[in-house]
């Protein structure tokens, strides 16, 4: 996992904070399907940027970086299964 | 990378790993269990829970990368201490619905949100002992502490709340 350059720090928070709204609109929005979809893309795309872009973890250990990425996906995943699933 | 820090780190993530999917598998089990929880919990002070969390995270990444550390410390205990407010006053509301309801999701829920809030709090309080008089080390390290509380949470609102 290297990274050209580092994502600067106000990026992240911007993109994190927009995640954060597109995520509550989805909630309201979307029907169970898609919102599933959404939110667990969204929720894996915030939690990346703070592995990525706060600790920048990817400099000290691209295995720890890819683990915590893989253990957020995966409760991402199993969430937005549940609310496809489940509505 | 400092082991003993990762070991603890890895200890919380499955601690929480493992309630989340007993959450997770408890609310597949009983949707209308769920609908009712969802009823009672405040969302978009979630939302401002959420933001006040990252702009925290925010703050302790800039103490990490070196600028300013104690100001940069201080903010990011100031915002941290702002989420347990926010979460607080979502719970004072929450309550009284939550007591009302049966089954083992609105423990789970407390059990879940209120360990998440203990460990906001210390984590908080750690930031300013290190901001006290910051030391490189121990800056990155109570930053890399305060960047998994904020994960944690980013995985607790599409299990919890989102759903």
Redesign the interface.
Known sequence: MQLRRDIP??A??CA??LA??A??L??AWLPAGPRGFA??AL?LV??GL??L????LHR??AA?AGG?IG??AL??A???L??A??? | MELLLWILIWSELAVFGALLGAFLLLSALDPPALTVLHRALDLPLAGIATATLLGSGFFAARAASGAAPRRNLVAAALGGFGFCALKLAAFGHELPALAAMDGRLPELHLLITGFHLAHVLFVALLLLAVAWRPAPRQVATVATVWHLVDLVWLLILPVIYLG
């Open positions: 720090l106000a992240t928070l994190l904070l954060t709204g995520s509550l989805a909630v939110v667990a929720s915030k939690a703070v592995i872009g706060f600790m920048r000290e250990s720890l915590l253990y957020a409760l991402c199993l969430a937005g549940r609310i699933l489940a509505g």
